[in-house]
């Protein structure tokens, strides 16, 4: 069941992104974990396609939500990739009775707890630029309600997404995704220099650096570049001296 009170401050949230300047990955990653806190999934991700319409890991809730996008496409399988090529939601689909639509992703992720799965394409119109995918430890079923508002969300996500720098034409898309799919690469690697470098885990030191990113008023992918020229500190842990 979607809450609602939680839904009209997550639109109003996404609505702020459509100006001319906010940080691609750091919405994708806001995205996620506001979709897990309304939907009360267990795991989010989200795919884009790139420049050869390959799909490619954005962002997740958590390390659950990472490895379930990943295994998919390692395995070119899984409800995210029927979504991205149908262009049509996947929804209330019980991993303990798919084993026959996916035999690699289905046992695997209920060998992971995991039991149902919801996956929205990110489209605008007939274009499918990747898809919105929510897993759950329960059998958890949206209503037909709960779909239209989840694919509504998807679909005002896809709006910010490609407003990021007012793409008003063929060719300016894949240059965007592009851009966004490069500083991903960058954030991942300087995050596990953080993580190494302070002795904490992956996360805790992706959140040190996002919230670095936003104290400063930087992207994400400037603050990862700095951390990996040496040109700035990673972030100093929470949770000392009063931090």
């Not at 396609?49 to 962002?59: E, K, P, T, Y």
């Not at 209920?110 to 059998?139: K, Q, Y």
Request: proline share 5%.
């Amino acid at each position: 069941m979607i809450s609602t009170a939680r839904l009209s401050a997550l639109f109003v949230e996404v609505a702020d992104t459509l100006v001319d300047d906010f940080d691609l990955v750091d919405f994708l990653q806001s995205l996620t974990d506001h979709a897990a806190d309304v939907s009360g999934a267990d795991a989010v991700g989200i795919l884009l396609a790139d420049h050869r319409r390959v799909l490619r890991f954005m962002a997740a809730s958590n390390d659950t939500g990472k490895m379930l996008e990943l295994f998919q496409l390692q395995n070119s399988e899984g409800p995210c990739l029927d979504c991205f090529t149908t262009g049509r939601p996947v929804v209330n689909a019980q991993l303990d009775d798919a084993t026959a639509r996916w035999p690699v992703f289905a046992p695997a992720a209920v060998a992971g707890g995991l039991r149902s799965v919801h996956a929205f394409p990110l489209r605008l119109r007939e274009d499918t630029i990747g898809a919105l995918n929510l897993f759950s430890r329960t059998g958890s079923r949206f209503a037909p309600e709960d779909v239209r508002v989840v694919q509504a969300l998807a679909d005002v996500a896809t709006i910010a997404i490609l407003q990021e720098r007012s793409i008003l034409r063929a060719g300016m898309l894949t240059e965007q995704l592009q851009g966004a799919l490069n500083s991903r690469v960058v954030i991942e690697q300087a995050k596990g220099a953080v993580a190494q470098q302070q002795g904490i885990p992956l996360q805790e030191a992706f959140e040190l650096m996002r919230a670095e990113a936003r104290s400063s008023r930087r992207r994400l992918a400037e603050v990862a570049e700095d951390v990996l020229a040496g040109l700035a500190p990673p972030p100093p842990k929470p949770g000392r001296h009063g931090a």
